[in-house]
């Protein structure tokens, strides 16, 4: 079956650059109709989606974090990917990688499959 | 910007009924789906389109929709139920957002 697993620093320095990839198994990242997507969570707090890239290549990213966040696909590689800039404290999250399905509805969608997530502290 | 609303805590005993709320202005045009999670695991899907279940998931566990509020069900709760639940939909541009999320408590 189908499985995601994150990788990446987990320690990152204020002000730097955050990166982690997802790596797909088990299936293909250019198969259709998927949304790969992040999700963060801090710790003791809610999750926040963070966006999404879509089997063709387009992107939607949420608007409070539009500004700073990159979410690309490799498919030599079977991995998706998400950078964000200019990190702060604030940002020290548990970072979930996900596949979401689009339901028969505009705009809509849901998470199916989760990794088990990747905690990284931003702290000097 | 968008909110999904949810109740910060529910509380029940084994065997009862515990019933969880989500409220938001775009759910009678948008479905609605819940995860659970339990600590230090990533969330799990236990109801997708408001009120469908996936395999896997007990037939205790059910959704429904009215208006600008859905509610998750759990008849019959367990202490495993004990979790974290959240809900999650979208706004009309395709921007995804979860409820706050719920601690559900079995006493």
């Given at each position: 079956q189908v499985q995601l697993q994150e990788s990446g620093p987990g320690l990152v320095k204020p002000s730097e650059t955050l990166s982690l990839t997802c790596t797909v198994s088990g299936g293909s990242v250019s198969s259709g109709s998927n949304y790969w997507s992040w999700i963060r969570q801090p710790p003791g707090m809610g999750l926040e989606w963070i966006?999404?890239?879509?089997y063709s290549g387009s992107t939607n990213y949420?608007?409070?974090?539009?500004?700073?966040?990159t979410i690309s696909v490799d498919t030599s590689k079977n991995q998706f990917s998400l950078k964000l800039t200019s990190v702060t404290a604030a940002d020290t999250a548990v970072y979930y990688c996900a596949r979401a399905l689009p339901?028969?509805?505009?705009?809509?969608w849901y998470f199916d499959l989760w990794g088990r997530g990747t905690l990284v502290s931003v702290s000097s | 910007s968008y909110e999904l609303t949810q109740p910060p805590s529910v509380s029940v005993s084994p065997?009862?009924?515990?019933?969880?709320?989500?409220?938001?202005?775009?759910?009678?045009?948008?479905y609605a789906y819940w995860y659970r999670q339990k600590p230090g695991q990533a969330p799990v899907l236990v109801i997708y389109k408001d009120s469908e279940r996936p395999s896997g998931i007990p037939e205790r566990f059910s959704g429904s929709s009215s208006g600008t509020?859905?509610?998750?069900?759990?008849?019959?709760?367990?202490?495993?139920?004990?979790?974290?639940?959240?809900c999650q939909s979208a706004d009309s541009s395709a921007t995804g957002v979860f409820g706050g999320g719920t601690k559900l408590t079995v006493l």
């Open positions: 966006g999404y890239i879509y949420n608007p409070s974090l539009k500004s700073r966040v339901s028969n509805l505009p705009a809509n | 065997g009862q009924t515990a019933r969880i709320t989500c409220s938001g202005d775009a759910l009678p045009k948008q509020t859905v509610t998750l069900t759990i008849s019959g709760v367990q202490a495993e139920d004990e979790a974290d639940y959240y």
